[in-house]
Nanobody, 121 residues
């Protein structure tokens, strides 16, 4: 069983920054993609940032220019640097990975437990 482990959430004032981290520990055979989603109060879960097939960051329009996604393949980890945070960025942020473990012959989607980001005005 793979459990993505997230960290880095918290409370920050508008204009501040946070860096989220997500690691996929355990027996990983291969990771196809990793990304970040969020779910604000009363809203549906939405994609915040991921990677294109060429390996470049792909962002929701609401965070473009403020958030940066990066990945460390050696550590099976993905990060989200969030700058110029706004109150509307308040949400639970979830890490997502499409990966294959050593115990499976197929790729599957896995989620982290979520980390709360609260931006005060």
């Amino acid at each position: 069983q793979v459990q993505l482990v997230e960290s880095g959430g918290g409370l920050v004032q508008a204009g501040g920054s946070l860096r989220l981290s997500c690691a996929a520990p355990g027996s990983i055979f291969s990771i196809n993609s990793m990304g970040w989603y969020r779910q604000g109060p009363g809203k549906q879960r939405e994609l915040v940032a991921g990677f294109t097939s060429g390996g470049r960051g792909n962002y929701a329009s609401s965070v473009k220019g403020r958030f940066t996604i990066s990945r460390d393949n050696a550590k099976n980890s993905v990060y989200l640097q969030m700058n110029s945070l706004k109150p509307e960025d308040t949400a639970i942020y979830y890490c997502n990975a499409y990966l294959r473990t050593h115990y499976s012959s197929t790729y599957d989607f896995y989620w982290g437990q979520g980390t709360q980001v609260t931006v005060s005005s």
